[in-house]
């Protein structure tokens, strides 16, 4: 930044922003536009002869694993994942996170991390070129089954008679939730469908979700204990009555009319009370999917 002290009548090139700061007088700063023309003089330095220098760029080699993804119950080790192409190439292999993998380069690697996680391996060289390259493994991690217990356990029988015999345990216990739709967009205050109508003294509405969009959604097959529903406003009234909700399974995609068969009931309330934001709706029988 050159200082000028500049006397009246300068020359100046006005620029498009304030390039140029004063005072006077003990007067506030004050910004411009108009800044001085400047010529500046000097000697440009001097420069040794140019020497050129060769850089030989190199391609990394060809890398690649026997897998790059493996399903593990939670407490389990995976399948042997071994390098299957660049193993003469490459002398340095490092894991990030390096947690929960165990093994070498020579005889393969297993992993047993207790979350679903993803590995990345830098497969790189100490000499020679110095390329390095990355494979990625995902491994995912599934809750194992509780034990399984069969009751009764010992029991003493007549030949040729039955004995009944009670299976429990061997389910995955976790919970969760799952969400298919993921836009904003609100209903009218008068428009249909709504996920809760008490403009109309009966109201039916009915919904398809496909296999296809519940397991994207990370839907597993066990209990379904709840649905929601996000509201914007409560309509005319901040209740609906005689509500209820069924469920069933489809082989249909979509809907040419309602259908009335095959259809469980898991929820029933003379009055439902609405609010604005996420009503979520506790099966009194939870739907077995």
């Not at 389990?76 to 996170?97: C, F």
């Not at 609906?240 to 489809?250: E, P």
Request: net charge neutral; charged share 5%.
């Amino acid at each position: 930044m050159a200082l000028i002290e500049a006397p009246a009548n300068t020359q100046f090139t006005a620029t498009a922003g304030n390039t140029v700061l004063y005072s006077y007088n003990g007067a506030n700063n004050t910004l411009s536009t108009n800044r001085f023309n400047v010529l500046f003089s000097g000697q440009v330095a001097c420069a040794s002869e140019r020497v050129p220098v060769v850089a030989t760029v190199s391609a990394p080699p060809v890398f690649t694993l026997s897998s790059n993804s493996e399903i593990i119950c939670n407490g389990s080790n995976s399948n042997v994942i071994s390098i299957t192409a660049g193993a003469s190439d490459y002398d340095t292999y490092t894991w990030n996170p390096s947690t929960g993998v165990s093994g070498n380069a020579t005889i393969g690697w297993t992993f047993n991390p207790t979350v679903t996680t993803s590995y990345t391996l830098t497969a790189s060289q100490s000499g020679g070129a110095l390329c390095s390259t990355t494979a990625i493994v995902n491994i995912t991690v599934n809750a194992s089954p509780t034990l399984l217990a069969i009751t009764p356990s010992s029991v003493s029988t007549c030949v040729n008679s039955i004995q009944p015999l009670v299976a429990t345990g061997g389910t995955i216990g976790s919970n969760g939730t799952s969400q298919i739709g993921t836009a904003t967009t609100l209903t009218s205050s008068t428009g249909q469908p709504t996920a809760f109508c008490n403009r109309f003294k009966h109201y039916w509405l009915q919904m398809v979700y496909t296999a296809a969009e519940l397991t994207a959604a990370g839907v597993q097959p066990g209990n379904i204990n709840a649905i929601s529903f996000k509201i914007g406003a409560q309509g005319s009234a901040n209740n609906v009555t005689d509500f209820k909700v069924r469920l069933g399974n489809t082989t249909n995609n979509t809907l040419t009319g309602f259908t009335t068969t095959g259809l469980t009931q898991v929820y029933s309330a003379a009055t439902y009370s609405t609010v604005v934001g996420v009503n979520t709706i506790t099966f009194d029988t939870p739907y077995v999917s």
